[in-house]
T-cell receptor, first 116, second 116 residues
Framework: KQEVTQIPAALSVPEGENLVLNCSFT??????LQWFRQDPGKGLTSLLL?????REQTSGRLNASLDKSSGRSTLYIAASQPGDSATYLC???????????????FGKGTKLSVKP | DAGVTQSPTHLIKTRGQQVTLRCSPI?????VSWYQQVLGQGPQFIFQ???????GRGNFPDRFSARQFPNYSSELNVNALLLGDSALYLC???????????????FGPGTRLTVL
């Protein structure tokens, strides 16, 4: 059974600081992992998708890593800005004997606040 | 290209009523998934449809049902509404890769359902 955990639940940092958000998953037989951003009351915006064959994926100031053997992924945000304030969610696919069922298992998210 | 669209944006119903939510996937995506997100939690998987067939069902009661149309749009129906059904309902679309895995999932803005 796939379970996804995110720590910390909330994080407050001053503008300009580099930060790391953590995600752990229990079923390492995943073929990808996805990071999302969610603004209050809004839908999810896909930030990065890391395939199991990759160890890192970068988009602008964001860098995500994936270590299947340890069941961990991290999202690194460089030079944080107040506009980065949002909830960040990671999600891993639910796996079964035939592969993925195509549905994602989400963590509860990390609520990030970047102070000017 | 337009992203995933959902309608309506907001909905207010009373207990016992029925509701239908609609979703249009990104052009070319044949997989549609539905998720329920209650405040403070990550999204929970409800259904997945691919090529008009149900491919997965989450741990939700039979009051929840869905279908997918020939144009790959989808509807989620909830009967006999309960107060606990109040949530943000999210739709996501993706495509199936040649290897049989589901690729990056893209989410719509969601429908906020309030049950009074």
């Amino acid at each position: 059974k796939q379970e996804v955990t995110q720590i910390p639940a909330a994080l407050s940092v001053p503008e300009g600081e580099n930060l790391v958000l953590n995600c752990s998953f229990t079923d390492s037989a995943i073929y990808n992992l996805q990071w999302f951003r969610q603004d209050p009351g809004k839908g999810l915006t896909s930030l990065l998708l890391i395939q199991s064959s990759q160890r890192e994926q970068t988009s602008g100031r964001l860098n995500a890593s994936l270590d299947k053997s340890s069941g961990r992924s991290t999202l690194y945000i460089a030079a944080s800005q107040p506009g980065d304030s949002a909830t960040y969610l990671c999600a891993a696919p639910k796996m079964n004997y035939g592969g993925s069922q195509g549905n994602l298992i989400f963590g509860k998210g990390t609520k990030l606040s970047v102070k000017p | 290209d337009a992203g995933v669209t959902q309608s309506p944006t907001h909905l207010i119903k009373t207990r016992g009523q029925q509701v239908t939510l609609r979703c249009s996937p990104i052009s070319g995506h044949k997989s549609v998934s539905w998720y329920q997100q209650v405040l403070g939690q990550g999204p929970q998987f409800i259904f997945q449809y691919y090529e008009k067939e149900e491919r997965g069902r989450g741990n939700f009661p039979d009051r929840f049902s869905a279908r997918q149309f020939p144009n790959y749009s989808s509807e989620l129906n909830v009967n006999a509404l309960l107060l606990g059904d109040s949530a943000l309902y999210l739709c996501a679309s993706s495509f199936l890769t040649a290897s049989g895995s589901y690729n990056e999932q893209f989410f719509g803005p969601g429908t906020r359902l309030t049950v009074l």
